[in-house]
Nanobody, 118 residues
């Protein structure tokens, strides 16, 4: 399995961005896809996750109400729609995947930089 993240950029506070994570390789509907982020000097943190079949989306408190994770099986892509962006959302965003029930995400894509100016 390989993951390719894209869609980052430089935006102003209040703007929106949509990140994409294209997946190649064998896929099971029960696989879990996640978005994480890492800001400079901070640890990587969970942002949102969803099962590949679109079920059971989950969000970090910082993402609830502003971010939406979704999957498009036909395009083998998972999206993270980010609205009302804040400067504190500035980070490198990573997508990752794991088998359902696995304790850790085992496959990671390269990061995409999101910078939100005030």
């Amino acid at each position: 399995v390989q993951l390719q993240a894209s869609g980052g950029g430089l935006v102003q506070a209040g703007d929106s961005l949509r990140l994409s994570c294209a997946r190649s390789g064998r896929t099971f509907s029960s696989d879990v896809m996640g978005w994480f982020r890492q800001a400079p000097g901070k640890e990587r943190e969970f942002v949102a996750g969803i099962m590949w079949n679109g079920y059971i989306p989950k969000y970090a408190d910082s993402a609830k109400g502003r971010f939406t994770i979704s999957s498009d099986n036909a395009k083998n892509t998972v999206y993270l729609q980010m609205n009302s962006l804040k400067p504190e959302d500035t980070a490198v965003y990573y997508c990752a995947t794991k088998s359902r029930g696995a304790s850790r995400y085992g496959t990671w894509g390269q990061g995409t930089q999101v910078t939100v100016s005030s």
